[in-house]
């Protein structure tokens, strides 16, 4: 929030502030979202993260739409996420009534620290993997170009979501208590890593060759710049794939 200024006149556009300021406040619900998602995840209550998810979505879909009908513009987007994260920490806490985990203790901290060190590392190297290069753009180039880039992104994220969003949730949890039961890890990582391979190169192949007539398709003749990247990324993308099954191994 603090930093919300000088980031704007970093980039040469006033309107990051302000989208900043509003988008800021999300973050203040996550500590009051995050444990308990993990608790319904290692627990397996799939439904329950669903209607979460679901809620959160269109609470986003229904707020950012509204405004922009009464001219909020670019800034209906800010909103709308910021309702997300409202709604998303009310359903969880509605479902998951347990509040004395919000408690500050310092019990197990060296556990905590060292597993959530390397958790937290983790997370910020895949943040940085997908957001420098935007970052790096909208600063070198133009908005214009974070704009392609963003949605060739988006373009060769679409088998990963449709094959290994719809598993990504189940991974860590059903690993984590294969693990307590003793199991063997290493077959059951081998053979979703040849699953992986045989569904999901499929489909970033065609991607790749079949660029040209999904960006007209799906986002439209304006958008032919991304072709080229899409077909890079979708290549890219193909030594990616252990990616969903590696963190949570």
């Not at 229904?62 to 359903?91: E, R």
């Not at 088998?159 to 949890?173: E, F, H």
Request: charged share 10%; aromatic share 10%; proline share 5%.
């Amino acid at each position: 929030y603090l930093l919300a200024g000088p980031i704007a006149r970093f980039y040469g556009d006033q309107r990051i502030e302000t989208v900043l300021h509003i988008t800021a406040f999300g973050f203040l619900f996550g500590p009051f979202v995050a444990p308990n998602m993990a608790l319904l995840r290692r627990d397996l209550s799939f439904g329950s993260i669903a209607l979460i998810n679901v809620s959160g979505a269109a609470a986003n879909f229904i707020g950012t739409l509204s405004l922009a009908a009464f001219g909020a513009g670019y800034l209906s987007l800010a909103w709308g996420a910021l309702a997300s994260c409202i709604t998303v920490a009310i359903v969880v806490n509605v479902l998951r009534r347990q509040f004395w985990i919000f408690r500050p203790s310092f019990q197990a901290w060296r556990k905590v620290a060292a597993f959530g060190g390397y958790s937290s590392a983790t997370a910020l190297v895949n943040a940085i993997f997908q957001l420098l290069p935007q970052l790096v753009l909208g600063r070198t180039l133009s908005l214009d170009a974070v704009g392609i880039y963003s949605r060739a992104v988006v373009i060769c994220q679409l088998p990963d979501r449709a094959i290994v969003g719809a598993l990504q949730p189940l991974i860590l949890p059903a690993l984590a208590a294969q693990e307590r039961r003793g199991g063997d890890l290493k077959t059951n990582y081998l053979l979703a890593i040849g699953h992986l391979t045989a569904v999901l190169w499929p489909g970033l192949f065609c991607l790749a060759l079949l660029a040209n007539p999904v960006v007209a398709l799906l986002l439209g003749a304006q958008w032919s710049a991304a072709v080229p990247l899409v077909r890079i990324m979708a290549i890219g993308s193909l030594f990616l794939a252990p990616a969903a099954l590696t963190y949570p191994t």
